[in-house]
């Protein structure tokens, strides 16, 4: 007979089996049933130029550290250069995120562990089927707190692999990894010695530091609006005081610590640091991942804060009180809850610290507090996927020893959000209006076949029907391998027609900054005088510079069409000296010449191009100066279009804008 140790242990396995298999059923059922081609033509072109033997950053621009890249393209070479092939590295990620969760929770109960690990499933990456470097991080992030939580607090090894994980993060996204850095250093010096310190002068010193750097930078880049002072960044501030009063190491322990992460650190860097050495590219690393995603938000425009998570979950909470309907009842709840839990975690884990001496017991909230702050770069649905599994995993976490009533409550709660995200917006498309996510009305339930050469994917036919002509066109026009223009950023075109990109970069905004620039891309067209040249006008990354560059390119080449806002032109019979006028551009970058000296420090953290700081100028800024509440779904709306809607015209299901290409941020 069996005792009841293995009883439960089997249990549990049995448990966790279940749960895994339901998540693994879920991701293939959704993994190839969306798409954003703006973004996924990005990795894909990158990714297919790295595979083929050109070199990140020196071939091919890329504004993020380059982890990601490399994994895409090994996608391409196991898989086949085709979309779909870029999902798989996603769903194996996503299942290990999974795993991770229901062991991290099983410690409290099996349960909420089961719930939870559906959940982290649910709310990840079948919301936004994407090879974005962020769901590796959040992969890496429940890695990482596993890892905090296994080892005991005197072992070195627990330390450097801390390290090692937080630079991993880091050099897939670099804002992601320096939230996740300072999480881990607070969890390090709140480790209590067996002897406490008198004084502990350095690790204080840190975690002000620490404090100062985390404020300055949400103040410097605009990210702390009214709705998120209240939402998520109170709960790491009061973190971070909270440690300063509580640390007891002594400054030779806090310099262990320090070492033995940034060791671990180094150790996550080594593969990137080898490949930049063989190929000379760090001064071209620098200038993509630090100057030139810095100067984007420049380019494109106004930096002002945006749409408030609060008026998010107020409207929600309008929408769950007055309807009648039960849809948009649970869908209204669902929305209030998602921006509420990183206060309700906020709020647990200070308690938490004022009632346990165990550091072991703060990994989990904490680090799901700091890495909350990933949602505010972009406030919008998408950024809230991207931190809402660690999150509600951190709440079940610190709810797991409470009584039984309030962990029925959570596993209910937890099972209403996992239900409402699947039943209506896993794998919903881009084009969905914001009335329409914010009521959970599924606008596509039948999928075919997209049509498209090295895609892969089952797509609504609507939504592909334009890039069925566009690369049709293109492949009729152009021999395969030959060279085409997309301005100022198509890079799907690229990948989908299988026809190469004569340039460095993929975004015109980033990759015409100077006069040097500009000469070099007008060179390059003079060189490979590409039969085709698309150029999209309404594109936000649209700047003066693309716009003398494709002045030129009239003169020598036919408008053939328009095709759904891109223009097509082809190149004429007789081809000459092109007759560019570009005016010079001041490649000071203005105050940047000032802050040269910390460059690393001050503008590392801003090197994603798909920042709220870059939106441009437009009815929006109006829109929002003038309301009190607006709802941001951005990226379920259209292709980089931002929305931002009044009640009244959510009331008015006012949407006619929301079907302007690329008007918003990507």
């Known amino acids: 007979m069996k005792s009841r140790p293995a009883v439960v242990r089997a249990l549990g396995l049995s448990v966790c089996a279940v749960a895994i298999l339901i998540s693994a059923l879920i991701l293939w059922h959704f993994h190839d049933r969306f798409w954003y081609p703006s973004d996924e033509g990005i990795y894909a072109n990158q990714a297919e130029r790295i595979a083929a033997g050109e070199t990140l950053n020196v071939d091919v621009q890329e504004l993020h550290p380059g982890y990601g890249t490399f994994i895409n393209a090994a996608a391409l070479r196991l898989f086949g250069n085709s979309l779909l092939s870029l999902r798989y590295p996603l769903v194996a990620a996503a299942l290990c995120q999974s795993l991770l969760a229901f062991v991290l929770l099983a410690r409290r109960s099996v349960l909420l562990a089961a719930f939870g690990a559906v959940a982290t499933t649910a709310l990840g990456v079948v919301q936004f089927l994407n090879p974005t470097p962020n769901w590796y991080c959040l992969a890496l992030a429940f890695a990482l707190a596993h890892w905090l939580c296994a080892f005991p607090r005197n072992s070195a090894r627990r330390l450097i692999g801390a390290g090692f994980l937080a630079g991993v993060i880091g050099l897939l996204r670099q804002l992601s990894g320096v939230w996740v850095v300072i999480a881990v250093v607070v969890i390090a010096l709140l480790d209590r010695p067996e002897t406490p310190a008198r004084t502990s002068r350095l690790a204080k010193a840190v975690l002000i530091a620490l404090l100062l750097l985390a404020l300055g930078f949400l103040a410097g880049t605009r990210e702390a609006e009214p709705g998120v002072l209240v939402l998520f960044i109170p709960w790491p501030t009061a973190i971070l005081v909270a440690a300063i009063r509580r640390v007891r190491l002594s400054d030779a322990q806090t310099a262990t610590a320090l070492l033995q992460l940034a060791a671990g650190a180094v150790l996550g860097a080594a593969p990137l640091l080898f490949y930049m050495s063989i190929h000379q590219s760090g001064a071209a690393w620098f200038n993509d991942t630090v100057t030139s995603a810095f100067h984007l938000g420049d380019v494109v425009g106004n930096r002002d804060g945006g749409p408030w998570f609060a008026a998010l979950a107020a409207a929600a909470a309008s929408q769950a009180i007055g309807s009648l309907h039960l849809v948009k009842i649970v869908n209204g709840i669902y929305w209030m809850v998602l921006p509420l839990l990183a206060t309700i975690n906020g709020v647990l884990a200070i308690r938490r610290m004022q009632r346990t001496e165990d550091s072991s017991e703060l990994v989990l909230p904490v680090l ?3 890495y909350s702050l990933v949602a505010l770069f972009m406030q919008n649905a998408i950024y809230l996927y991207f931190t809402a599994g660690l999150t509600l995993t951190a709440v079940l976490y610190m709810v797991g020893r409470s009584r039984l009533a309030v962990r029925v409550t959570w596993a209910g709660l937890t099972l209403l959000l996992t239900v409402v995200a699947l039943a209506y917006h896993a794998a919903q498309p881009y084009t969905r209006a914001p009335l329409e996510a914010l009521e959970g009305r599924r606008t596509s339930t039948v999928v075919s076949d997209c049509g498209l050469p090295r895609c892969g994917l089952r797509l609504d036919p609507a939504d592909v029907a334009p890039y069925r002509r566009l690369v049709a066109l293109i492949q009729d026009a152009v021999p395969a391998q030959a060279p085409i223009a997309a301005f100022p950023s198509d890079a799907e075109l690229y990948f989908l027609s299988d026809r190469r990109n004569p340039f460095r970069f993929y975004n015109a905004a980033i990759g015409l900054r100077t006069s040097d620039d500009v000469d070099a891309a007008i060179g390059i067209i003079k060189r490979e005088a590409p039969r085709l040249i698309t150029f999209r006008p309404q594109d936000k990354y649209t700047t003066d510079a693309t716009r003398a560059v494709i002045a030129g390119v009239r003169s020598l080449y036919d408008h053939a069409t ?10 004429t019979a007789t081809y000459g000296r092109l007759p560019f006028n ?26 994603n191009p798909y920042s709220i700081r870059s939106w441009p100028e437009s009815s929006l800024t109006k829109r929002l100066n003038s309301a009190s509440i607006c709802l941001p779904f951005e990226k379920t709306v259209a292709p980089r279009c931002r929305g931002v809607w009044h009640l009244g015209a959510i009331q008015r299901n006012d949407v006619a804008s929301s079907h302007v290409r690329k008007s918003g941020t990507e």
């Open 582 to 607: 570009v005016e010079k551009y001041d490649d000071t970058f203005g105050p940047m010449a000032l802050i040269a000296p910390i460059a690393p420090l001050v503008m590392i953290p801003m090197s």
């Open 562 to 571: 328009t095709i759904d806002g891109v223009e097509i032109y082809r190149l």
């Open 368 to 370: 799901a507090a700091f």
